[in-house]
């Protein structure tokens, strides 16, 4: 079955730019499903950051849109995901998952299956 | 956006009890909802995907009903590895989650 593995640095200064790897193993990153990252800050809810389709195509977060970059990789299959300019907010455990999406009107359909482990990102000089 | 609410914030419960939580919907997201399971140091799980579909290997204890804009997730009979949080999650335009619900033993 489909697993996934978060990696990079656990420690990033103010102002510096997060950036994380999902290795995907136990299937393709070119199937038909969208590659998210969402993060939790210690102690708090889920917030979704961004997705990506295997042809590069992506969707990100309005509120970090400004600031979030997601790439493929489709030779290593895996994805990654960097943030810049980040601050004490941005201290939080990521995760990367398998999404499932589907429509495009009103209703979507969309749900996140399975999760890597997450990885936690502290921001702090 | 449309903002998801969920209630009770915590509930409290014996193994062996009924354990009812609801998710609420600004507007309506048809039948359209996903719930999470997550323990302390884990990665969500999913549970139920389009309001009433159990995932892969979930429990058949765990069902989810509802429509519109009122969901209702119900474990029939808690079992103890089912004390933890439980999440909702939507896609209107992008995705959101609710604040979650935690169960923990009474």
């Known amino acids: 079955q489909v697993q996934l593995q978060e990696s990079g640095p656990g420690l990033v200064k103010p102002s510096g730019t997060l950036s994380l790897t999902c290795a995907v193993s136990?299937?393709?990153?070119?199937?038909?499903?969208?590659w998210s990252w969402v993060r939790q800050p210690p102690g708090k809810g889920l917030e979704w950051i961004g997705e990506i389709y295997h042809s590069g195509s992506t969707n990100y977060n309005p509120s970090l849109k400004s600031r979030v970059t997601i790439s493929v990789d489709k030779s290593k299959n895996q994805f990654s995901l960097k943030l810049s300019s980040v601050t004490a907010a941005d201290t939080a455990v990521y995760y990367c998952?398998?999404?499932?999406?589907?429509?495009?009107?009103?209703?979507?359909?969309?749900?996140?299956?399975?999760w890597g482990q997450g990885t936690l990102v502290t921001v702090s000089s | 956006e449309i903002v998801l609410t969920q209630s009770p914030a915590t509930l409290s419960l014996s193994p062996g009890e009924r354990a009812t939580l609801s998710c609420r919907a600004s507007q309506s997201v048809s039948s359209y909802l996903a719930w999470y399971q997550q323990k302390p140091g884990q990665a969500p799980r999913l549970l139920i995907y389009?309001?009433?579909n159990r995932a892969t290997g979930i429990p058949a204890r765990f069902s989810g009903s509802g429509s519109g804009t009122d969901f209702t997730l119900t474990i029939s009979s808690l079992e103890p590895e089912d004390f933890a949080v439980y999440y909702c999650q939507q896609r209107s335009n992008w995705p959101t989650f609710g604040p979650g619900t935690k169960v923990d033993i009474k």
């Open positions: 998952a398998r999404g499932y999406y589907y429509g495009s009107g009103s209703y979507r359909r969309n749900w996140f299956d399975p």
């Open positions: 136990g299937g393709s990153i070119s199937s038909s499903n969208w």
């Open positions: 389009d309001a009433s």
